[in-house]
């Protein structure tokens, strides 16, 4: 795990994608904060730039690096939930504009699997998390299930957890609005 980690983490600063393990589903990912980077991130996925894609974080408390004012709400919601949870908070900043939603909103996920966790910790940034798919494809359960197209517009396949078979599933979503209402996005 280590060496992937150290390979990992010299393409992320070259602005480089990799397709990497979560706490989820497998996913492709960059910087969050290189707005080059994003966009090859989009030119792979053939996404809209109008749908934004989540960040993944390490550690909870980095939130208040890139959202202007964290709801009291989120704070409970990252310490009660017993799955991966992925919050679209609003007031998003220091992050890449063209992965900013067009509202100000990013979403984000504190990962507790340890190949993301420490990849993010040790990146010392957040790192996109998008499924390892093409826009409109079926979404890959696991590993095998990956598109061959995907490795090839990749710059780096991590080997960590590649012959694990079990089926993953996508996080659930919410949106908490400046509010307070909270809207359900994903189960």
């Not at 989820?24 to 996404?47: H, M, P, S």
């Not at 220091?94 to 509202?103: G, H, P, R």
């Not at 979404?139 to 095998?144: C, I, K, L, V």
């Not at 061959?148 to 080997?159: A, N, S, T």
């Amino acid at each position: 795990m280590n060496e992937d980690i150290k390979k990992a983490i010299e393409v992320l600063k070259q602005g480089g994608i990799i397709l990497y393990p979560t706490d989820t589903i497998w996913g492709i990912g960059c910087d969050a904060t290189n707005e080059e980077a994003v966009e090859k991130l989009y030119a792979i996925k053939q996404r809209d730039k109008s749908k934004s894609m989540l960040i993944l974080l390490d550690n909870p408390i980095k939130l208040q690096t890139y959202i202007q004012e964290v709801p009291d709400i989120a704070w409970d919601l990252i310490d009660l939930t017993d799955k991966p949870l992925t919050i679209i908070l609003d007031g998003a900043k220091n992050l890449a504009t063209n992965l900013i939603s067009n509202d100000g909103s990013i979403g984000i996920r504190i990962t507790a699997e340890d190949f993301s966790r420490e990849l993010c910790m040790r990146f010392r940034k957040p790192i996109v998390s998008t499924s390892a798919n093409i826009t409109g494809q079926p979404t890959p359960q696991s590993f095998n299930q990956i598109d061959p197209e995907i490795f090839e517009l990749v710059d780096y396949v991590v080997e960590y957890r590649q012959n694990e078979m079990s089926k993953q599933t996508p996080s659930s979503i919410i949106k908490l609005e400046a509010n307070g209402n909270i809207n359900i996005i994903r189960k």
